[in-house]
């Protein structure tokens, strides 16, 4: 491809994807929708002023990478550990329950497959994508009502960033069974020898990081040694071990997240993924979105794709959170402030489409249930802790 229409295809995302952002903020939505639809508006689907091309697709690629990195070093690891057996309950549940509930869902629309069959693993990775926890909006919604350090809203957190782990672990094994010749004992093996490999080696790169961070701290240094361990992580992760590689650029953040220039990283990182890698990867979502295909079929199960991915989250975290000793009024608030979903959801489903589990067409059930969890979300929140209010007044 010329490159000559590669600036042009560039300059025309970053200014869409960002002037899209910023309606979708101040409508009070993920900036991350606006980006998506502003790769709707320009792609074939309507206008054609951009064309997915190679270029395109592997700097979307690099974006993943980098956001999946950056989410390991928002971790905080202390936090991860001490969590405790309630957040761990919750976000097994959380998981379990989507990923069961979107499985039946597809076979509920496509008809029953047998295990190995190519439609078997979609309909799994149907249900993969409903694992993802994306918490931004709750944690908003909890800041603005004062509830973010209460239990509920420390719950909420803690098992959502379990859930995400969790999820990915998910992933992992799915595409590993994909593979027609894979042998579920060798995936297993394979999955338990990266961790181990990236806990050991993860120990002495950490130490590394330290001593220089120790002894250069706030330099560039330390960030572009970061990248290139993000990268080196997401490399050996798929070449080595048969590993998703943004699942070895989360392993990479996590190593570092510790560190006392983690935020400092993280800052760096983010300015090539704020104003390129990240805009190209949402925007080439909508690039890739088909709506050509967009049927009356498409539409119904998108809806019930909401739905299902919506309800199985309250029902799989509210119920685990009753059986931990919330009461029925805390657990159905935590059930809520879990069913938000975001990038990660993305990602997955970015993942499933590169190894053709998934086709394009079901970005659309992906993008209605960003939106309208982080509309739902807020407003069911605030309402469950109103009522609260009212009956706390009501007693008094």
């Known amino acids: 491809m010329n490159t000559i229409e590669i600036f042009k295809d560039l300059a025309i995302i970053i200014i869409a994807a960002k002037l899209f952002g910023l309606l979708a903020r101040k409508l009070r939505a993920p900036q991350v929708v606006g980006e998506i639809v502003a790769g709707l508006l320009i792609g074939p689907s309507v206008l054609g002023i951009v064309q997915l091309n190679d270029f395109l697709s592997q700097a979307a690629e690099i974006g993943v990478i980098l956001l999946m990195f950056s989410a390991g070093l928002g971790t905080n690891l202390k936090d991860l550990l001490k969590t405790g057996p309630k957040a761990l309950a919750i976000a097994c549940a959380g998981v379990a329950v989507p990923l069961l509930g979107g499985t039946l869902l597809y076979m509920g629309f496509y008809g029953a497959a047998p295990w190995g ?53 998910v992933l992992t094994f799915v595409i590993g069974f994909k593979n027609p010749e894979a042998n579920p004992g060798w995936v297993a093996l394979s999955t338990v020898l990266f961790f181990i490999t990236a806990v050991v080696v993860g120990f002495i790169i950490y130490k590394l990081f330290k001593f220089f961070d120790k002894r250069y701290p706030r330099t560039r240094r330390i960030p572009i040694m970061a990248l290139a361990l993000c990268f080196g992580f997401a490399y050996i992760a798929e070449k080595f071990f048969g590993i998703a590689d943004i699942t070895g650029a989360y392993v990479a953040g996590i190593v ?42 498409l539409v119904l199960f998108s809806l019930c794709f909401v739905a299902v991915a919506l309800v199985t989250k309250i029902i799989g975290c509210g119920l685990t959170s009753r059986l931990c000793r919330f009461g029925w009024g805390d657990s159905l608030k935590i059930g809520v402030g879990m069913m938000t979903r975001g990038e990660v959801a993305l990602i997955v489903a970015q993942k499933g489409l590169a190894v053709g589990m998934i086709e394009s067409s079901y970005f659309t059930s992906v993008i209605l249930l960003i939106i309208v969890s982080s509309i739902v979300t807020p407003i069911v929140l605030k309402l469950l802790y109103s009522r609260d209010s009212k009956t706390a007044l009501s007693q008094t």
């Open 117 to 169: 069959s190519e439609k078997f693993f979609t309909a799994v990775f149907i249900g993969v994508i409903m694992t993802a926890t994306s918490v931004s909006i709750t944690v908003e919604t909890l800041k603005e009502l004062g509830k973010l350090k209460s239990e509920i809203g420390t719950t909420i957190l803690n098992a959502a960033i379990i859930d995400d782990v969790i999820g990915i672990l």
């Open 256 to 297: 570092l997240c510790s560190l006392r220039d983690a935020v400092y990283i993280e800052e760096k990182l983010d300015i090539n993924s704020y104003m390129i890698f990240g805009p190209i990867f949402f925007a080439s979502i909508g690039l890739k979105t088909n709506l050509d295909n967009l049927s009356l079929d």
